[in-house]
């Protein structure tokens, strides 16, 4: 043992030692808190506090930094209304980037050590299908609040998860059926999309519905680049030698922005029209490389210039206050993020008002969600039976104008909820099958972009 | 009087990481991984003592997660489904070794990670089976027959891992002590010398990266039933990277190593993004530079050298 004499050197440096010791465990210790388990009895508590994963690294950054920045701005406005119920509430931000046992720890971690209320998770949706059986597990209400599967409520029922948006199938159906009126004589159609489970799952979704609107289209090609590839000239050059009518992309983030600039420069726009489901995330950074007369999608009815919200008001300042806080038009994740928060807001007041001004257990919460209705940015979305949201869907076609320096949709198409959602009870791929080409007819007229 | 020494070591630190879940129940799952992920680097550790590095010893640990993921949707049992698990990873080591075990160094590393490359492109590729990037989900595993509720599950699962870990690192302390283990070390000195003592270099080598395998597929196995979900990331390369990583960080002196490291690394990604979610990488790699920098023994050797030290005061 060392000795204790302060003007022993090696006894200082033990000290010191200690002390930071003492400093680290002080740190640690704050950490370690053990969080708080599951209400029976429900008490107010003196923040609501929100776990909240999201991409912060890797090539989704593109989506979960703006979903983080959304969220820090709504929380503020919420905050400065005086919270929910009088409750202040704080975001807890966790990153997805690591993969998904990483996440699986953070989830604990924001339920058991941190003592969430709420989460909002994620993006990725192999992170959604690992931690909805985790929530009922931990009984922590969960709101879904961007990833796409539509496996999650086809496979199984879950009590404390929900999703306040909707999924890959009306996203891509709703492509479709735009693709099918606006240019209803196309007889070949190429797909390029990256090559995970969402290009998989998302062509899957297409063709399927396509084989039951359309039978007898070509399929000319089907390319899955690799995820993250930078460089897509053979796909071009194939693309450009087949000639396809139609090419069909629901790749994002900078994969699509390289493939859009690649085939801008390579003339392949003019031959083909593009339906690129994801597109309105990328416009800002492609800019007017993306020509004007191609389909573009949003995954929901997101877009700062909507034909007819809900509320006009409330989109054009969210749209102002963000792009002065971020200097950046709000894209999808935003709205999504918006949605979660809203969700959040409609769900507590609604379990209160149950409780006639009570505060809500976790499972009153849950409970709250199911068959929620609440305001979105643009309309509204009612969360169904099955924890499935019921959101609109906007396509809209490229159109070049001089006050905006990028593309912005004209033609826009709304497409409600019900109409292209696939029903309580049913699974994508055989409900797609029974659609009938007549639903084409059906569909609400096209509203021009109004400069 | 070292050997009562040791063993009292060892019950120590299980019951430090016992104690460590039970106050803090978040960390038992991390402490869960870690030691899962612990068992994969022991692997790692061994071939290190031959001089060899893989890069693609993610592979077995995700050929066992995965064969945990298919077999639990038949037969949900855990003390079934992790022998096998682990053997079918023994056997798919064997037959990988039987090639790479003729190549040493740079080719040996390369080799190792081209197949588990060629694995991770086979699961992302098999679409209709695997789910691609999503993952599969696993159902909840019995435990002898027993339905247990997830808190006892947990329980069970860092148990069992701790169990694994002591068991393998007993194993591989005898392994290394017996003339086949000497003999690994005889492969990174000089291989030729060994080979005119009639010892087929090859074999040795071979049977050290089975057993390392089997070590593998036993994490992998843990891995999966604690996560209960796979994906093809479990694979990839950077996921072996992580082994070889953690193997640096804990030092390859002694079989606690790989443990240590395992938990240090766990335990530092945690809380690095807990404190920073924006450049918890920074941290990590901070960390790894530190030790390669300042303690190139890993965290078993800067122990040792605190305790040395002390000793000679």
Same mark, same amino acid.
């Given at each position: 043992m060392t000795s204790e004499n302060p003007g022993n050197p090696a006894g200082r440096a033990a000290g010191l030692i200690t002390r930071r010791a003492t400093l680290g465990a002080a740190m640690a210790g704050s950490l370690l808190l053990p969080g708080r388990q599951t209400q029976a009895?429900?008490?107010?508590?003196?923040?609501?506090?929100?776990?909240?994963?999201?991409?912060?690294?890797?090539?989704? /950054?593109?989506?979960? #930094?703006?979903?983080?920045? !959304?969220?820090?701005?709504?929380?503020? +406005? $919420?905050?400065?209304? =005086?919270?929910?119920?009088?409750?202040?509430?704080?975001?807890?931000?966790?990153?997805?980037?690591?993969?998904?046992?990483?996440?699986v720890g953070e989830y604990r971690r924001l339920v058991q050590s941190e003592g969430v209320h709420l989460l909002f998770a994620a993006i990725s949706s192999a992170d959604c299908l690992a931690c909805t059986p985790l929530a009922d597990e931990l009984k922590r209400p969960t709101l879904l609040w961007d990833c796409g599967t539509q496996r999650i409520f086809e496979d199984n029922r879950f009590e404390y998860?929900?999703?306040?948006?909707?999924?890959?199938?009306?996203?891509?159906?709703?492509?479709?059926?735009?693709?099918?009126?606006?240019?209803?004589?196309?007889? /070949?159609?190429?797909? #390029?999309?990256?090559?995970? !489970?969402?290009?998989?799952?998302?062509? +899957? $979704?297409?063709?399927? =519905?396509?084989?039951?609107?359309?039978?007898?289209?070509?399929?000319?090609?089907?390319?899955?680049?690799?995820f993250g590839a930078t460089d897509y000239s053979t796909e071009i050059t194939?693309?450009?030698?087949?000639?396809?009518?139609?090419?069909?992309?629901?790749?994002?983030?900078?994969?699509?922005?390289?493939?859009?600039?690649?085939?801008?420069?390579?003339?392949?726009?003019?031959?083909?029209?593009?339906?690129?489901?994801?597109?309105?995330?990328?416009?800002?950074?492609?800019?007017?490389?993306?020509?004007?007369?191609?389909?573009?999608?949003?995954?929901?009815?997101?877009?700062?210039?909507?034909?007819?919200?809900?509320?006009?008001?409330?989109?054009?300042?969210?749209?102002?206050?963000?792009?002065?806080?971020?200097?950046?038009?709000?894209?999808?994740?935003?709205?999504?993020?918006?949605?979660?928060?809203?969700?959040?807001?409609?769900?507590?007041?609604?379990?209160?008002?149950?409780?006639?001004?009570?505060?809500?257990?976790?499972?009153?919460?849950?409970?709250?969600?199911?068959?929620?209705?609440?305001?979105?940015?643009?309309?509204?979305?009612?969360?169904?039976?099955?924890?499935?949201?019921?959101?609109?869907?906007?396509?809209?076609?490229?159109?070049?104008?001089?006050?905006?320096?990028?593309?912005?949709?004209?033609?826009?198409?709304?497409?409600?909820?019900?109409?292209?959602?696939?029903?309580?009870?049913?699974?994508?791929?055989?409900?797609?099958?029974?659609?009938?080409?007549?639903?084409?007819?059906?569909?609400?007229?096209?509203?021009?972009?109004?400069p | 009087m070292r050997r009562a020494g040791e063993v009292l070591l060892v019950l120590l630190a299980a019951a430090l990481v016992l104690v460590v879940a039970w106050t803090v129940p978040w960390l038992r799952f991390v402490l869960t991984i870690a030691l899962a992920k612990g068992l994969a680097v022991l692997g790692i550790l061994l071939l290190l003592r031959a001089g060899q590095v893989s890069f693609g010893h993610a592979l077995y640990l995700a050929f066992a997660a995965y064969?945990?993921?298919?077999?639990?949707?038949?037969?949900?049992?855990?003390?079934?489904?992790?022998?096998?698990?682990?053997?079918?990873?023994?056997l798919l080591g064997l037959l990988v070794g039987l090639f790479v075990v003729r190549y040493r160094e740079i080719f040996f590393g390369m080799l190792n990670l081209a197949l588990s490359m060629v694995f991770y492109s086979l699961l992302e590729k098999f679409y209709s089976i695997t789910h691609g990037t999503d993952?599969?989900?696993?159902?909840?595993?019995?435990?002898?027959?027993?339905v247990l509720d997830p808190e006892t599950q947990g329980w069970a699962m860092l148990c069992l891992a701790l169990l694994l870990s002591i068991l393998f690192a007993v194993l591989v302390r005898i392994y290394l002590a017996s003339p086949i283990g000497q003999a690994l070390a005889g492969i990174k000195t000089r291989e030729a010398r060994l080979e005119f003592m009639g010892i087929s270099g090859r074999r040795v080598l071979l049977s050290a990266y089975v057993l390392s395998t089997l070590m593998a597929g036993c994490g992998g196995a843990v891995l999966a039933m604690t996560t209960r979900h796979v994906t093809p990331a479990l694979s990839y390369w950077t996921?072996?990277?992580?082994?070889?990583?953690?193997?640096?960080?804990?030092?390859?002196?002694?079989?606690?190593?790989?443990?240590?490291?395992?938990?240090?690394?766990?335990?530092?990604r945690v809380y690095a993004a807990a404190l920073v979610a924006d450049a918890w990488q920074m941290v990590l790699g901070a960390v790894l530079l530190l030790v390669i920098l300042f303690a190139p023994g890993g965290l078993w050797g800067m122990g040792r050298a605190l305790v040395g030290r002390r000793r000679q005061a």
């Open positions: 009895q429900a008490a107010k508590p003196a923040e609501i506090k929100v776990g909240i994963a999201t991409y912060l690294s890797g090539p989704a /950054s593109v989506f979960g #930094v703006p979903g983080r920045q !959304a969220a820090e701005m709504l929380f503020d +406005e $919420i905050n400065e209304a =005086g919270g929910i119920g009088g409750v202040r509430v704080r975001p807890i931000f966790v990153d997805e980037g690591p993969g998904v046992d990483h996440f998860s929900f999703r306040t948006q909707a999924n890959a199938t009306p996203e891509i159906l709703s492509a479709l059926l735009y693709l099918l009126r606006a240019k209803p004589d196309f007889r /070949s159609i190429a797909v #390029v999309n990256q090559d995970y !489970a969402w290009g998989r799952d998302s062509w +899957e $979704i297409f063709r399927t =519905g396509m084989q039951a609107l359309k039978p007898g289209v070509r399929i000319a090609a089907e390319l899955f680049p690799r194939r693309l450009l030698a087949l000639r396809p009518d139609v090419v069909l992309s629901t790749t994002w983030g900078g994969d699509l922005d390289a493939f859009i600039r690649q085939s801008s420069d390579r003339r392949l726009f003019e031959r083909s029209t593009f339906v690129l489901p994801l597109a309105e995330s990328s416009l800002e950074r492609v800019g007017k490389a993306l020509p004007a007369g191609h389909i573009i999608g949003a995954r929901g009815d997101h877009w700062f210039l909507h034909p007819n919200p809900r509320d006009q008001a409330l989109l054009a300042r969210f749209t102002d206050n963000f792009r002065k806080r971020f200097n950046a038009y709000p894209i999808y994740p935003c709205h999504h993020m918006a949605q979660a928060v809203f969700a959040m807001k409609a769900g507590y007041e609604k379990a209160m008002a149950a409780k006639n001004g009570g505060w809500p257990t976790d499972a009153e919460l849950a409970g709250a969600f199911r068959g929620l209705e609440f305001p979105s940015l643009t309309s509204s979305v009612r969360i169904r039976e099955d924890g499935q949201g019921l959101e609109n869907q906007i396509i809209g076609t490229s159109h070049h104008t001089d006050k905006y320096p990028f593309p912005v949709m004209t033609d826009m198409v709304v497409f409600p909820a019900e109409m292209v959602t696939t029903p309580v009870g049913q699974k994508s791929t055989d409900w797609l099958k029974t659609l009938k080409p007549d639903i084409v007819q059906g569909l609400p007229q096209p509203v021009a972009y109004r | 064969a945990i993921a298919f077999g639990a949707a038949r037969v949900p049992e855990t003390l079934l489904l992790l022998p096998l698990a682990a053997i079918g990873a023994a993952g599969i989900r696993l159902p909840p595993t019995t435990f002898a027959g027993q996921a072996s990277g992580e082994l070889v990583f953690i193997a640096i960080l804990g030092g390859s002196g002694s079989v606690a190593g790989p443990f240590l490291g395992a938990v240090a690394y766990e335990l530092t």
